[in-house]
């Protein structure tokens, strides 16, 4: 009797992670195969994140999103990944040298071609492109992306400010063509802080 | 609103994450210039073409019976019983052993990684304190996150109330130091109780936080202070309540950082106790009912 119960209990909670969770598996994969920039390991990554994602579904607060949720244990397995592969990245004092070095190339010219938003996104050192990624494609706020990439949302917010002052002078011809003063974009300018966290909004509220 | 300060604000605008105050400032500037609405909605654009070219594109797309492999897998895992193996009465003892010495080894690695956690903890929450020292009471920077320490009681956190009252504390303070302002501001996801203090001619902040995130503060009893650090290249006393933590930052020198915490540790630690006490009854009453 016991056992059907476990097993009845068992067969719910995997009903409700299969109709919350895992219909994201194709965001997961997108943003892991962009990250790792290869099949096997992208679907590795992906795979490890909902192993882990089952275990821990008990944790998820429903009714949050579910999607961030998914991304920040992604974030935390590569992390995890590259710590033990010793694969460290370049973080720090280095950002700024490579978003100046960036900023430097002239923007490239021409007609837009299908992927040229995409290559455009690429040729950003990859803190900027993450951010930008995780909140124009993948709509997250900025403390759900603070949360993901362990980081203060103050960082995400300067990052973003910069990646997408690159982004609009990487593209160039393309943004003037939407209409985007690029030209007013200076990669240097410190983003004003009358922006809030979200984490501390809501807490106060 | 000038053009230049929407520009700067103008992604965060279409983020959502302006406070509603500058939401109000932007819609006002945007009714009256076209200049800058053709710059949102192009920027607006450009954000939907990243996300659709990103959707779209072919190489991120999920391979074929990729899916149905990931989704069999998890199933699997997901509602598979644990199996069951009964030892042989021989092998009783030893399994019966090997498990009681597997059982302390884990509780004892358990417990180190829970005080791991809750150094890791209050190491979080003090950089917190002093990034506020430094972003809202030296940079300004803050401002956008600060609501009155009344309003702050009202919808965060009772014991932020009981702070408001600046008269106690400016007469506790000792001779020579001046209260600048009490407030409470958001900094790192965290909201603070902020009393901004001049001494010695230098900023010194107060700095009230929740602590309910299971942190540990290198100090003894709750109520001492904790023989002040540095942190962040600031100095830094604190103390602790049952559900907060009090940080008194600066650049003072440490003995006069430690006046400052000496000053206002009996005061605000009544303070703060008596809303904690008031909570605990509040939550009994609830419960009992």
């Known amino acids: 009797m016991f056992g059907f119960s476990r097993e009845k209990r068992r067969l719910e909670d995997w009903a409700s992670f299969e109709s919350e969770a895992l219909p994201f598996h194709v965001d997961l994969y997108r943003l892991a195969r962009w990250l790792l920039r290869n099949q096997a390991e992208a679907e590795d990554l992906v795979q490890e994140t909902f192993v882990e994602a089952l275990r821990s579904f008990h944790r998820f607060e429903k009714g949050t999103n579910c999607r961030a949720w998914l991304i920040r244990i992604m974030y935390h397995t590569l992390s995890k990944r590259r710590r033990d592969s010793n694969r460290l990245r370049v973080v720090g004092d280095a950002d700024e040298q490579i978003a100046e070095t960036v900023a430097a190339e002239p923007p490239r010219s021409g007609e837009v071609v299908e992927e040229e ?9 990859e803190h900027y492109q993450e951010v930008v990624i995780l909140s124009d494609v993948e709509d997250m706020s900025y403390k759900e992306i603070a949360d993901a990439l362990s980081i203060p949302t103050g960082t995400v917010m300067s990052r973003l400010h910069r990646g997408r002052s690159l982004l609009r002078s990487e593209l160039g011809n393309y943004a003037r063509s939407l209409g985007i003063g690029v030209n007013r974009v200076t ?19 | 609103m000038q053009c ?35 710059e949102l909605a192009a920027r607006r654009q450009l954000r939907h073409e990243v996300q659709t070219k990103f959707n779209q594109a072919a190489e991120l797309q999920v391979p074929d019976g990729f899916a149905e492999g990931l989704r069999t897998r998890l199933r699997e895992q997901a509602i598979q019983r644990p199996k069951m193996v009964i030892p042989r009465i021989a092998y009783v003892g030893v399994a019966a052993t090997l498990v009681i010495a597997v059982g302390l080894g884990l509780l004892v690695a358990q417990r180190w990684r829970a005080s791991q956690r809750e150094l890791a903890a209050w190491a979080s929450l003090t950089n917190g304190a002093t990034g506020d020292h ?5 940079e300004h920077k803050l401002r956008g996150t600060v609501i009155s320490l009344s309003e702050a009681g009202r919808v965060y956190d009772r014991a932020y109330a009981n702070l408001a009252d600046q008269t ?19 900094f790192d996801g965290r909201r603070f109780a902020h009393a901004v203090i001049k001494y010695h001619e230098q900023i010194v902040s107060i700095v ?26 600031y100095q830094v006393a604190a103390f602790q309540t049952a559900s907060h933590a009090v940080f008194v930052v600066s650049s003072l020198n440490e003995t006069d950082n430690m006046t400052i915490a000496r000053s206002v540790s009996p005061l605000l630690e009544k303070q703060i106790r008596s809303a904690e006490q008031t909570r605990q009854a509040k939550l009994l009453n609830a419960r009992r009912r």
């Open chain 1, 117 to 125: 938003v995409l290559s455009a996104l690429k040729r950003l050192p």
């Open chain 1, 187 to 205: 990669s240097g300018s410190k983003l004003r802080l009358v922006e809030t966290d979200r984490g501390g909004k809501s807490n106060a509220v």
């Open chain 2, 4 to 38: 230049d300060d929407f520009r700067e604000i103008a992604d965060s605008y279409l983020s959502d994450e302006l406070l509603i105050e500058t939401n109000h400032d932007v819609i006002r500037h945007l009714e009256s210039c076209g200049e800058c609405r053709s």
């Open chain 2, 134 to 138: 430094r972003e809202c009471a030296l």
């Open chain 2, 168 to 186: 106690s504390l400016q007469a506790a303070l000792p001779a020579g130091a001046q209260l600048i302002d009490a407030h409470s501001c958001a």
């Open chain 2, 208 to 233: 009230i936080a929740r602590n309910d995130a299971n942190s540990k503060a290198p100090i003894a009893m709750p109520g001492d202070i904790a023989a002040s650090f540095k942190s962040d290249s």
